[in-house]
């Protein structure tokens, strides 16, 4: 049974830094592409950023510079670095799986993933 749980949200202000981690577990984690999107109320879930099992990354032009996606295999946990957050940053974050190997703009898509966590709510105020 695939797990992910997500952790590390909070209220911040504007230019702090947050750091989000997602614990995985049910799969060959280091062979999977991992991925974070973010949904913000009234909106639709939108692509963060992904990374490969060769660490290999992609990342959306709104967060390019700021946030940095890793991996950590033998700990089977995925990172968001979140650094000079802005308030339209403020959404819903979730943590994404998918067993394969991770494919160009396909798994920047919501449907490319198999596996979802339940998310972590990040709030900046200006």
């Known amino acids: 049974q695939v797990q992910l749980v997500e952790s590390g949200g909070g209220s911040v202000q504007s230019g702090a830094s947050l750091r989000l981690s997602c614990a995985a577990s049910?799969?060959?984690?280091?062979?999977?592409?991992m991925a974070w999107f973010r949904q913000a109320p009234g909106k639709e879930r939108e692509f963060v950023s992904y990374?490969?099992?060769?660490?290999?990354?992609r990342t959306a032009d709104s967060v390019k510079g700021r946030f940095t996606i890793s991996r950590d295999n033998a700990k089977h946990t995925l990172y968001l670095q979140m650094n000079s957050l802005k308030p339209e940053d403020t959404a819903m974050y979730y943590c994404a799986a998918d067993p394969g190997l991770c494919t160009g703009d396909y798994h920047s898509l919501v449907g490319a993933f198999d596996y979802w966590g339940q998310g972590t709510q990040v709030t900046v105020s200006s």
């Open positions: 049910g799969y060959t984690y280091s062979t999977a592409c």
């Open positions: 990374i490969s099992s060769t660490g290999a990354t």
